[in-house]
Protein backbone atom coordinates (compact mmCIF):
# COMPACT_ATOMS: atom_id res chain seq x y z
CA UNK A 1 0.00 0.00 0.00
CA UNK A 2 1.45 3.29 -0.91
CA UNK A 3 1.72 6.24 1.19
CA UNK A 4 2.86 9.99 1.91
CA UNK A 5 6.40 11.08 3.65
CA UNK A 6 6.24 14.54 5.67
CA UNK A 7 8.42 16.16 2.58
CA UNK A 8 5.62 15.16 -0.03
CA UNK A 9 2.62 16.70 2.06
CA UNK A 10 4.69 19.74 2.32
CA UNK A 11 5.56 20.26 -1.21
CA UNK A 12 1.20 19.91 -1.74
CA UNK A 13 1.00 22.61 1.11
CA UNK A 14 2.82 25.25 -0.83
CA UNK A 15 1.27 24.51 -4.51
CA UNK A 16 -2.40 24.30 -2.43
CA UNK A 17 -1.89 27.17 -0.01
CA UNK A 18 0.63 29.70 -1.74
CA UNK A 19 -0.02 32.19 0.78
CA UNK A 20 0.97 30.07 4.02
CA UNK A 21 3.88 31.80 5.37
CA UNK A 22 1.95 35.40 5.76
CA UNK A 23 -0.89 32.93 7.44
CA UNK A 24 -0.29 34.96 11.24
CA UNK A 25 -3.45 35.32 12.75
CA UNK A 26 -5.18 37.18 15.48
CA UNK A 27 -6.19 34.97 18.35
CA UNK A 28 -9.48 33.31 16.95
CA UNK A 29 -9.59 35.13 13.08
CA UNK A 30 -10.71 32.55 10.81
CA UNK A 31 -8.95 32.06 7.74
CA UNK A 32 -11.03 31.12 4.34
CA UNK A 33 -9.76 28.13 2.10
CA UNK A 34 -11.33 25.93 -0.72
CA UNK A 35 -12.35 23.09 -0.23
CA UNK A 36 -11.23 20.97 -2.81
CA UNK A 37 -7.57 22.02 -1.04
CA UNK A 38 -8.72 21.31 2.42
CA UNK A 39 -9.97 17.81 1.39
CA UNK A 40 -6.67 17.03 -0.49
CA UNK A 41 -4.56 17.90 2.44
CA UNK A 42 -6.94 15.82 4.58
CA UNK A 43 -6.38 12.77 2.53
CA UNK A 44 -2.63 12.82 2.12
CA UNK A 45 -2.36 13.44 5.63
CA UNK A 46 -3.80 10.48 6.76
CA UNK A 47 -1.43 8.55 4.13
CA UNK A 48 1.54 9.14 6.22
CA UNK A 49 2.68 6.58 8.42
CA UNK A 50 2.71 7.18 11.88
CA UNK A 51 5.91 6.32 12.51
CA UNK A 52 7.28 9.25 10.64
CA UNK A 53 5.44 11.76 12.88
CA UNK A 54 8.60 11.91 14.96
CA UNK A 55 7.69 14.38 17.63
CA UNK A 56 8.18 14.86 21.17
CA UNK A 57 4.46 14.24 23.37
CA UNK A 58 3.07 18.08 23.32
CA UNK A 59 3.51 18.40 19.97
CA UNK A 60 2.22 15.10 18.66
CA UNK A 61 -0.36 16.61 20.41
CA UNK A 62 -0.56 19.83 19.06
CA UNK A 63 -0.07 18.21 15.56
CA UNK A 64 -3.03 15.66 15.82
CA UNK A 65 -5.36 18.34 17.45
CA UNK A 66 -4.71 21.10 14.32
CA UNK A 67 -5.55 17.96 12.22
CA UNK A 68 -8.82 17.74 14.11
CA UNK A 69 -9.51 21.15 13.63
CA UNK A 70 -8.77 21.03 9.86
CA UNK A 71 -10.91 18.04 9.75
CA UNK A 72 -14.39 20.36 11.84
CA UNK A 73 -13.61 23.25 8.84
CA UNK A 74 -14.33 20.40 6.27
CA UNK A 75 -17.51 19.03 7.80
CA UNK A 76 -18.68 22.69 8.92
CA UNK A 77 -17.37 23.61 5.29
CA UNK A 78 -20.34 26.12 3.06
CA UNK A 79 -20.83 23.94 0.23
CA UNK A 80 -22.51 26.43 -1.75
CA UNK A 81 -19.69 28.22 -2.29
CA UNK A 82 -17.14 25.56 -1.65
CA UNK A 83 -15.36 27.05 1.05
CA UNK A 84 -13.37 26.07 4.61
CA UNK A 85 -13.43 28.62 7.17
CA UNK A 86 -10.73 27.48 9.98
CA UNK A 87 -9.61 29.32 12.96
CA UNK A 88 -6.88 28.85 14.94
CA UNK A 89 -6.70 26.73 17.92
CA UNK A 90 -7.39 28.25 21.36
CA UNK A 91 -5.32 31.49 21.20
CA UNK A 92 -2.57 30.46 19.11
CA UNK A 93 -0.56 32.80 16.56
CA UNK A 94 -1.44 30.19 13.44
CA UNK A 95 -4.17 28.32 11.89
CA UNK A 96 -3.75 24.82 11.31
CA UNK A 97 -2.70 24.49 8.31
CA UNK A 98 0.61 26.70 8.84
CA UNK A 99 1.14 25.15 12.13
CA UNK A 100 0.99 21.20 10.53
CA UNK A 101 3.49 22.39 7.82
CA UNK A 102 5.86 23.62 10.02
CA UNK A 103 5.74 20.29 12.91
CA UNK A 104 5.99 18.25 9.62
CA UNK A 105 9.25 20.07 8.62
CA UNK A 106 10.65 18.15 11.37
CA UNK A 107 9.53 14.57 10.56
CA UNK A 108 11.62 12.39 8.87
CA UNK A 109 10.78 10.76 5.51
CA UNK A 110 12.69 7.32 6.55
CA UNK A 111 12.30 5.87 9.82
CA UNK A 112 11.93 2.28 11.35
CA UNK A 113 8.45 1.61 12.52
CA UNK A 114 8.22 1.85 16.73
CA UNK A 115 6.07 -1.57 15.83
CA UNK A 116 8.84 -3.40 14.59
CA UNK A 117 10.46 -5.86 16.93
CA UNK A 118 13.81 -7.39 16.39
CA UNK A 119 17.51 -7.12 16.59
CA UNK A 120 17.70 -6.49 20.05
CA UNK A 121 20.64 -8.17 20.29
CA UNK A 122 22.42 -5.42 18.14
CA UNK A 123 23.88 -3.59 20.87
CA UNK A 124 25.18 -0.64 19.27
CA UNK A 125 21.62 1.41 18.92
CA UNK A 126 22.26 3.56 15.69
CA UNK A 127 23.62 0.78 13.71
CA UNK A 128 20.01 -1.38 15.26
CA UNK A 129 18.04 1.73 13.71
CA UNK A 130 19.77 1.93 10.53
CA UNK A 131 19.43 -1.71 9.89
CA UNK A 132 15.54 -1.13 10.99
CA UNK A 133 14.57 1.14 8.61
CA UNK A 134 16.28 -0.38 6.04
CA UNK A 135 14.29 -3.17 6.09
CA UNK A 136 11.26 -0.88 6.91
CA UNK A 137 12.40 0.85 3.85
CA UNK A 138 12.54 -2.73 1.44
CA UNK A 139 9.38 -3.94 3.18
CA UNK A 140 7.42 -0.67 2.13
CA UNK A 141 9.06 -1.03 -1.80
CA UNK A 142 8.06 -3.94 -1.52
CA UNK A 143 4.23 -3.23 -1.29
CA UNK A 144 4.66 -0.61 -3.58
CA UNK A 145 6.00 -2.77 -6.04
CA UNK A 146 8.93 -1.28 -6.66
CA UNK A 147 10.63 -4.61 -6.79
CA UNK A 148 14.29 -3.15 -7.58
CA UNK A 149 14.41 -0.88 -4.67
CA UNK A 150 13.02 -4.08 -2.45
CA UNK A 151 15.53 -6.57 -3.41
CA UNK A 152 18.74 -3.95 -3.26
CA UNK A 153 17.62 -2.84 0.35
CA UNK A 154 17.42 -6.42 1.36
CA UNK A 155 20.13 -8.04 0.17
CA UNK A 156 22.71 -4.78 1.44
CA UNK A 157 20.92 -5.59 5.30
CA UNK A 158 21.90 -9.56 4.68
CA UNK A 159 25.11 -8.28 3.97
CA UNK A 160 25.35 -5.91 7.15
CA UNK A 161 24.49 -8.02 9.57
CA UNK A 162 26.56 -10.89 8.53
CA UNK A 163 29.11 -8.76 8.59
CA UNK A 164 28.15 -7.24 12.27
CA UNK A 165 28.24 -10.96 13.32
CA UNK A 166 31.76 -10.96 11.83
CA UNK A 167 33.44 -8.67 13.63
CA UNK A 168 31.83 -9.80 16.67
CA UNK A 169 33.04 -13.35 16.28
CA UNK A 170 36.84 -11.29 15.81
CA UNK A 171 38.87 -12.24 12.72
CA UNK A 172 41.15 -14.41 14.73
CA UNK A 173 38.46 -16.47 15.90
CA UNK A 174 37.13 -16.74 12.10
CA UNK A 175 40.74 -17.78 10.71
CA UNK A 176 41.01 -20.52 12.83
CA UNK A 177 37.53 -21.93 11.95
CA UNK A 178 37.99 -21.47 8.30
CA UNK A 179 40.84 -21.88 5.98
CA UNK A 180 38.88 -19.98 3.08
CA UNK A 181 39.05 -16.82 4.55
CA UNK A 182 40.20 -13.57 2.61
CA UNK A 183 43.22 -12.13 3.50
CA UNK A 184 41.77 -8.88 3.33
CA UNK A 185 40.26 -6.92 6.27
CA UNK A 186 36.52 -8.46 7.12
CA UNK A 187 35.02 -4.98 5.78
CA UNK A 188 36.80 -5.61 2.14
CA UNK A 189 35.33 -9.58 2.04
CA UNK A 190 32.73 -9.86 -0.78
CA UNK A 191 29.34 -11.13 0.17
CA UNK A 192 30.20 -14.34 -0.84
CA UNK A 193 32.85 -14.79 1.59
CA UNK A 194 30.75 -13.30 4.56
CA UNK A 195 28.47 -15.72 3.79
CA UNK A 196 30.98 -18.96 3.43
CA UNK A 197 32.65 -17.51 6.47
CA UNK A 198 29.60 -17.01 8.75
CA UNK A 199 28.50 -20.58 8.20
CA UNK A 200 31.86 -22.06 8.73
CA UNK A 201 31.41 -20.27 11.91
CA UNK A 202 28.44 -21.78 12.84
CA UNK A 203 26.51 -18.24 12.96
CA UNK A 204 24.02 -19.26 10.54
CA UNK A 205 22.08 -22.57 9.38
CA UNK A 206 22.44 -24.44 6.49
CA UNK A 207 19.01 -23.41 4.76
CA UNK A 208 19.99 -19.63 6.16
CA UNK A 209 23.32 -19.94 3.84
CA UNK A 210 21.08 -20.95 0.62
CA UNK A 211 18.79 -18.43 1.23
CA UNK A 212 21.80 -15.36 1.80
CA UNK A 213 23.12 -17.25 -1.30
CA UNK A 214 19.94 -16.38 -3.03
CA UNK A 215 20.10 -12.91 -1.89
CA UNK A 216 23.92 -12.63 -3.23
CA UNK A 217 22.72 -13.77 -6.57
CA UNK A 218 20.21 -11.12 -6.61
CA UNK A 219 22.98 -8.58 -6.76
CA UNK A 220 23.90 -9.55 -10.08
CA UNK A 221 20.65 -8.05 -10.94
CA UNK A 222 22.21 -4.73 -10.47
CA UNK A 223 25.55 -5.12 -12.00
CA UNK A 224 26.89 -2.07 -14.12
CA UNK A 225 27.88 -4.47 -16.57
CA UNK A 226 25.24 -4.23 -19.47
CA UNK A 227 24.89 -7.95 -20.14
CA UNK A 228 24.15 -9.11 -16.24
CA UNK A 229 22.06 -6.38 -15.93
CA UNK A 230 19.90 -7.42 -18.91
CA UNK A 231 20.15 -10.80 -18.58
CA UNK A 232 17.23 -11.09 -15.38
CA UNK A 233 15.44 -8.34 -13.87
CA UNK A 234 14.31 -7.44 -10.08
CA UNK A 235 10.34 -9.06 -9.29
CA UNK A 236 8.43 -10.37 -6.96
CA UNK A 237 10.34 -13.31 -6.44
CA UNK A 238 13.80 -11.76 -5.97
CA UNK A 239 12.29 -9.16 -3.86
CA UNK A 240 10.43 -11.64 -1.14
CA UNK A 241 13.71 -13.67 -1.84
CA UNK A 242 15.99 -11.40 -0.53
CA UNK A 243 13.73 -10.49 2.50
CA UNK A 244 13.11 -13.97 3.16
CA UNK A 245 17.05 -14.06 3.57
CA UNK A 246 16.89 -10.78 5.91
CA UNK A 247 14.79 -12.98 8.16
CA UNK A 248 16.46 -16.28 8.49
CA UNK A 249 19.74 -14.50 8.99
CA UNK A 250 18.12 -12.03 11.91
CA UNK A 251 16.79 -15.46 13.13
CA UNK A 252 19.92 -17.26 13.41
CA UNK A 253 22.11 -14.08 14.69
CA UNK A 254 19.51 -13.78 17.52
CA UNK A 255 19.75 -16.87 18.75
CA UNK A 256 23.87 -16.48 18.76
CA UNK A 257 23.94 -13.44 20.13
CA UNK A 258 20.78 -12.75 22.62
CA UNK A 259 21.38 -12.63 26.28
CA UNK A 260 19.61 -16.04 28.12
Keep these: MAHA ?21 APGEKGHYQATGVRALLDIL ?27 GWDDRNVASNAVFISPLARQPYRPIYVIDQLLARCPDEAAPSKIIGLEFISDVALRESLLTDISAATSALANHEYKAATVLAGATVEALLLWALQETGEATIRGLTSSAAARPLEEWTLGQIIAAASA ?58 NP
Design 5 to 25: VPSQVRQLIAILFPDLPQERA
Design 46 to 72: DDIPDHLIRLPGEDWAFYKANISALQS
Design 201 to 258: CGLITGDTKKQAELAQNFRNLIHPGRQLRLRDKCDRGTAYGALAAVERVGTDLASKFS
